[in-house]
């Protein structure tokens, strides 16, 4: 499926009025599209895991995708018999020899309301115009991938051309668009940010790529404190702000990968040439210390210094927001007012501060247990 080309523009309104038939007819064929695979030769393969309460069926058209999907989700898989609240279906065309079928928006450019003629697809994956109550789709073009969600039958569904080119961003932290469009629905939303603390509590450390939020807490998974998450997780501000984990994976640049050496066993073999990051898949071998969920009672926005020593600055709510926004609503197609409520109600809830990082990685851990023992919010 060749998405990548333009033709004649069409205006907003244009394809606001032809969409919702159009998306409608695509979902059917991408729908029969994925049945034709399971009627191959190879054995369908169902799979069930757990978050935030409720229960997720994925379908793989056969089990040669398994290894490009599961392994971050491993640490949330169960055994049930329940009817899941969402059904997820994968396969690419490699594996299934079958093709998928061209979507409705290919050909199309869009003009917008002051003149601009622009691409279908949005930096962040949305395509325009093509998206509305009931059927959401996204495309991510550098892992050649498609993401639809029919909220009516809570049915996503999840192609790419071959799962063997997905990308190490993608394999660590599968599925996302859609299960974050899932859980919108639910009060609940994807945070650009890792999340470390005890049972009673944590904290979520949130900021722009690089600004040591991996780093930060994966120190911590070698302290005794518990490990949600060092890229993606799952946040709630009501009734009570949590987190939530989704991916036991963890990415790491390899020139700081000395920093936190106790995770080296976990390295992983995964993506293609282009990825910039080492895998780390945490689970088996650190289940001790990954928690499912956890209370939160503090955003921490980490800032590199070069210092010697690492501290905790009081920051104001509104930098907390900017940092949780600007990360999270650039990676996630539809992101918007949902998401922000969410953050604003964190940030207004919870007290914030800058994680002054230093060179000694060894204080972060201490800084942030005393900080949850001072403030009284978790106990051992």
């Known amino acids: 499926m060749d998405e990548?080309?333009?033709?004649?523009?069409?205006?907003?309104?244009?394809?606001?009025?032809?969409?919702?038939?159009?998306?409608?007819?695509?979902l059917t064929s991408v729908r029969e599209?994925?049945?034709?695979?399971?009627?191959?030769?190879?054995?369908?393969?169902?799979?069930?895991?757990?978050?935030?309460?409720?229960?997720i069926k994925l379908i793989f058209a056969n089990e040669k995708l398994l290894p490009f999907i599961t392994p971050a989700l491993e640490h949330l898989s169960i055994t049930t018999d329940e009817e899941p609240a969402i059904e997820i279906c994968v396969w690419d065309d490699v594996t299934?020899?079958?093709?998928?079928?061209?979507?409705?928006?290919?050909?199309?450019?869009?003009?917008?309301?002051?003149?601009?003629?622009?691409?279908?697809?949005?930096?962040?994956?949305?395509?325009?115009g093509f998206n509305n109550k009931r059927i959401k789709?996204?495309?991510?073009?550098?892992?050649?991938?498609?993401?639809?969600?029919?909220?009516?039958?809570?049915?996503?569904y999840y192609w790419t051309k071959d799962a063997r080119d997905?990308?190490?961003?993608?394999?660590?932290?599968?599925?996302?668009?859609?299960?974050?469009?899932?859980?919108?629905?639910?009060?609940?939303?994807?945070?650009?940010?890792?999340?470390?603390g005890t049972s009673k509590g944590g904290v979520l450390i949130t900021g722009k790529g690089g600004s040591g939020k991996s780093t930060a807490a994966l120190a911590c998974l070698n302290s005794g404190l518990f490990y949600i998450s060092d890229?993606?997780?799952?946040?709630?501000?009501?009734?009570?702000?949590?987190?939530?984990?989704?991916?036991?994976?963890?990415?790491?640049?390899s020139g700081n990968i000395f920093r936190v050496g106790h995770i080296v066993p976990a390295r992983a073999k995964t993506g293609?040439?282009?990825?910039d990051k080492e895998v780390f898949f945490l689970y088996p071998r650190f289940a001790g210390q990954i928690a499912q969920e956890f209370p939160l009672n503090a955003i921490l926005l980490p800032r590199i210094t070069g210092n010697f020593d690492s501290a905790l600055i009081s920051a104001p709510p509104a930098e907390c927001v900017k940092a949780l926004t600007l990360s999270t609503m650039c990676q996630f197609p539809g992101a918007g007012k949902?998401?922000?409520?969410?953050?604003?109600?964190?940030?207004?809830?919870?007290?914030?501060?800058?994680?002054?990082?230093?060179?000694?990685?060894?204080?972060?851990?201490?800084?942030i247990s005393d900080l949850l023992e001072k403030k009284g919010w978790s106990r051992k």
């Open 166 to 196: 997905l990308p190490a961003y993608e394999t660590s932290a599968p599925l996302r668009t859609i299960l974050n469009w899932w859980l919108e629905e639910r009060g609940f939303h994807f945070a650009h940010g890792a999340a470390v």
């Open 231 to 253: 890229d993606y997780c799952v946040v709630c501000a009501e009734p009570k702000p949590a987190a939530y984990s989704v991916f036991s994976s963890a990415k790491v640049d």
């Open 4 to 26: 990548t080309k333009t033709g004649r523009a069409l205006s907003v309104s244009d394809v606001t009025q032809k969409s919702d038939v159009l998306l409608d007819d695509y």
């Open 137 to 156: 789709a996204a495309f991510n073009w550098s892992a050649n991938a498609l993401s639809m969600y029919d909220r009516e039958k809570a049915t996503g």
């Open 338 to 367: 949902k998401a922000v409520d969410i953050f604003l109600k964190l940030a207004n809830t919870l007290p914030g501060y800058y994680l002054d990082f230093g060179t000694d990685v060894a204080q972060v851990p201490k800084l």
């Open 96 to 128: 299934t020899d079958t093709d998928m079928p061209a979507p409705p928006w290919f050909g199309h450019a869009v003009q917008t309301e002051i003149g601009n003629i622009e691409g279908v697809y949005t930096h962040r994956g949305d395509i325009r």
């Open 272 to 275: 293609n040439k282009h990825d």
């Open 33 to 55: 599209q994925f049945t034709r695979t399971l009627g191959s030769n190879d054995t369908p393969v169902k799979k069930h895991f757990t978050l935030c309460g409720n229960t």
